[in-house]
């Protein structure tokens, strides 16, 4: 979560530009305030688990985030939070993170090709997913997850969005890469490279 929300830190000017483009441009703030509250909560609490890790995190975000990213991002932390077991390997997060790709869904009402965080979220679940059936070790597992998002989050581009804010500006929406799916990707990534460090 550190790595996460450093992730965050680094590209806010980025979400940002992003958001401005076909929202109203507080993605990138929103989300480095919510991270950084994250990490003094984890700071706080010690939490004794992976998934009480994701919980506190998820529940902190609720709390203060605002617009949709904080209820979407904070229902998907709590939700594999809640999915995943002490002792957890690849397929157990592939479960966890599809709990929690499932929160965001229900929420929000996306689908995928929506111009949502979902396109992104949902390429990772599914990469991971495969890499954990083919017996892959986390860190391979969480490196494919990643460029699935990434390559998630740059479809987005020639995509007309249909759900969130950015439905709002229509055909104006077309050749924006979606802020939520990038700050998603940066998520993934984030994971990928503490996996590699273990």
Known sequence: MRAAAAAVEA???????LDTAIGDGDHGSNLRRGFAAAVTALDAADPSSPG??????????LAKVGGASGPLYGQAFRGAGAELPPQSGPGDLADALAVGLAAV??????????????DAFGPAVDALRAAADAGRAL???AGA??????????????LQARRGRASYVGARSIGHQDPGATSTALIFRALAEVSAED
């Open 105 to 118: 869904r229900e929420l929000g009402g996306a689908e995928p090709g929506d111009k949502t965080l979902v």
């Open 52 to 61: 009480a890790v994701l919980a506190t995190v998820g529940s902190t975000l």
């Open 139 to 141: 860190a391979a597992a």
């Open 11 to 17: 590209h806010e000017q980025q979400l940002a530009d």
């Open 145 to 158: 997850a990643a460029e699935a998002a990434e390559a998630g989050a740059r479809a987005t581009t020639p």
